[in-house]
């Protein structure tokens, strides 16, 4: 690509690699025809800076804003450094802002609380001007301080910065983050956020008043947008458990709320009535919307007692920092809401605890609305095929634009294979099945020089498997444990980076810490081990998700079923190779991989092969 054109997109490197500059294009020519882009590009060729680049170049020039999402912190870095590279070359001045959840921006120690009560607790303490950060930034009417006006210039003239820095300077001058980042989203030309930030309604709604911003003059930019249909549900989605019953009935007691009290008691025993046929062998069942509310307006009526439990909520949260109380009120309203799209199912788990869940099957519910009103979308992941799929399940309009790029590394730097020796299969899980896991992982760890993952379908399997290659391998053990936060996670990393010299082995579950988001480039992983499919679980839930895609597309068991398996077990593959130089060997453990039901879903560029004859091939690979 010609420098004249390189400076035209604002690239702000100084070669454009492989395929860069056919994602470049693409994306440029998406935006300036209005047209919507999904972009499905492997790993390691640079998608921010190829996507962000070309849109910049056509905001600046516009009245448009960039809104670039993505769930990941990591990611929010690398955007922000590139936006810093682009300032830096082209002195060109632009602002951005970087923001995340509001409570992991707070100075109040307000992590613990769920987003719901953080956003009452916030708001509470501002309207009785409790909050010192806050204060420090907005004075009465909402005219902006002289400190925070001061700081607010000093910070533009800085340019991008990551959230992190922000968070530090605010800190040491006792001002609140997320107000800094809003001030500073005024002016933005690119806002790097979460999901939250544009297809949560209200979060959008009250982002976009604060920041003067327009849906409709917004170039929409999803990182990582596998993860987008499950997020866009999750958003839709609501609960009511045991747990929360218990909890709620202890605050109206200690609050002296005594009416309230004997209706969430007579709401226990009405929720433990709807369970009561449920047993080990029949632990779910769906629940009609109208059970639920005829069963409450026995004893209550219905929308009475959602007002009632707001108004304890809201004053209960006046002398702690949440209400489980508050919380019920809420899950009755969002029961409420329509069917179609959506699934109610009563659950008990081993502990005879119950949940009621709201759960949206439908992610284009909240997503079609903001791909149909604004300037133009473009969504991007390694991992986006078939991009039909998320084309129709997040509602793109007809004439949206699809882009497969294949992986541009050299191809003799990696050997995919599909080793159908073993599966987990649930009818075939037993004592047997785990142990020749175990040994053909041995044979396979034994055959690579260097450091391997193992990526599980579960925690469980992983365990039984854990047992016997335990016994059969010598090399060192890495467990990931459910739940690990950022530190542990890293540390975890680290410890395993420190053995690639003499080969240590991951043992990690396909959705866990490790499955995807992290880098381990160069010499740091040789091998990834996909044991297994990473299905859901045959739940009612993914049953009528089948049976809704069925309905609405005719594609229920692939959309609901096999290819968001077959998008982790790729997700996972992709640690492996993180670049051109890299090298490694990429797994596929099952022999249902081999079955053209599944065989079909993996992408052709990365030829995997069917063989038995694994260590040969390793062996020859690594030239041993």
């Known amino acids: 690509m010609a420098a004249h054109i390189l400076k035209e997109i604002l690239f702000p490197h100084d070669k454009i690699r492989n395929t860069q500059d056919t994602v470049i294009s693409d994306v440029h020519d998406a935006i300036k025809t209005k047209k919507n882009i999904i972009v499905h590009a492997p790993t390691g060729i640079g998608k921010t800076v190829s996507v962000l680049a070309p849109a910049l170049s056509y905001a600046l020039g516009k009245d448009l804003t960039i809104f670039f999402l993505t769930s990941r912190q990591t990611q929010h870095k690398i955007a922000v450094d590139t936006l810093k590279q682009i300032r830096k070359k082209y002195d060109n001045g632009f602002n951005s802002a970087d923001i995340i959840g509001k409570k992991w921006m707070c100075m109040q120690e307000a992590e613990a609380l769920s987003s719901n009560d953080f956003s009452d607790y916030c708001k509470k303490l501002k309207e009785r001007k409790e909050c010192e950060f806050y204060l420090n930034v907005k004075e009465s009417m909402g005219k902006i301080t002289v400190i925070a006006q001061n700081i607010l210039n000093e910070l533009k003239g800085i340019g991008p910065m990551h959230v992190g820095e922000l968070t530090e300077k605010c800190r040491d001058k006792k001002l609140c983050s997320y107000e800094m980042a809003s001030l500073l989203a005024k002016d933005a030309k690119v806002i790097i956020a979460d999901y939250n930030y544009v297809f949560n309604p209200n979060i959008r709604d009250n982002l976009f008043s604060r920041a003067g911003k327009k849906l409709e003059n917004s170039i929409i930019i999803v990182d990582e947008a596998h993860n987008l249909p499950a997020r866009a549900r999750e958003m839709l989605t609501a609960k009511l458990s ?269 959705s866990g810490s490790f499955g995807e988001g992290i880098d381990l480039p160069g010499d740091f992983l040789k091998g990834a081990v996909i044991i297994g499919l990473p299905l859901v679980k045959p739940d009612l839930e993914t049953k009528e998700l089948i049976e809704y895609y069925e309905e609405k597309f005719g594609k229920g068991f692939d959309y609901g079923y096999v290819f968001p398996a077959i998008t982790k077990c790729l997700q996972n593959a992709g640690r492996c190779i993180r670049s051109e130089t890299d090298k490694g060997v990429i797994v596929l453990l099952d022999e249902r991989f081999a079955w053209q039901n599944y065989y079909r879903c993996l992408p052709k560029d990365m030829d995997f092969k069917i063989s038995k004859l694994y260590e040969e091939r390793i062996e020859k690979f690594f030239g041993r």
Request: charged share 30%; proline share 3%.
């Open 242 to 510: 045991s747990f929360i019953i218990d909890q709620a009935i202890k605050e109206a007691g200690k609050f002296e709320f005594f009416d309230i009290l004997a209706k969430l008691k007579n709401l226990k025993e009405s929720f433990e009535e709807m369970g009561s046929n449920l047993n080990f062998n029949t632990e779910e069942r769906l629940v009609r919307k109208y059970e639920f509310i005829d069963i409450i307006n026995e004893n209550q009526n219905y929308d009475d007692f959602i007002s009632e439990l707001a108004f304890a909520g809201d004053a209960i949260r006046e002398k702690q920092k949440q209400s489980y109380v508050g919380s019920i009120g809420k899950f009755l309203e969002s029961w409420l809401g329509q069917d179609n799209g959506f699934a109610r199912v009563l659950t008990k788990d081993n502990n005879e605890a119950l949940t009621l869940n709201y759960r949206c099957l439908d992610p284009s519910l909240i997503t079609k609305e903001v791909i149909e009103n604004n300037y133009v979308t473009i969504i991007m992941s390694g991992t986006l095929t078939p991009t039909a799929m998320f084309k129709d399940i997040l509602g793109f309009p007809g004439n949206s634009t699809e882009k497969v790029y294949e992986n541009p590394f050299p191809k003799n730097n990696r050997l995919c294979m599909i080793v159908p020796e073993t599966t987990t299969k649930f009818t075939r899980r037993n004592k047997d099945e785990y142990k020749k896991i175990a040994e053909v992982c041995n044979k396979i760890i034994k055959k690579i020089p260097g450091n391997v993952a193992l990526f599980f379908p579960s925690y469980g399997l992983r365990d039984n498997i854990y047992k016997d290659l335990y016994e059969l391998s010598n090399k060192k053990m890495i467990i990931e444990k459910p739940n690990l936060n950022k530190e542990e996670k890293e540390n975890i990393l680290e410890q395993f980076k420190k053995h690639k010299n003499e080969g240590a082995v991951l043992l990690a579950v396909s």
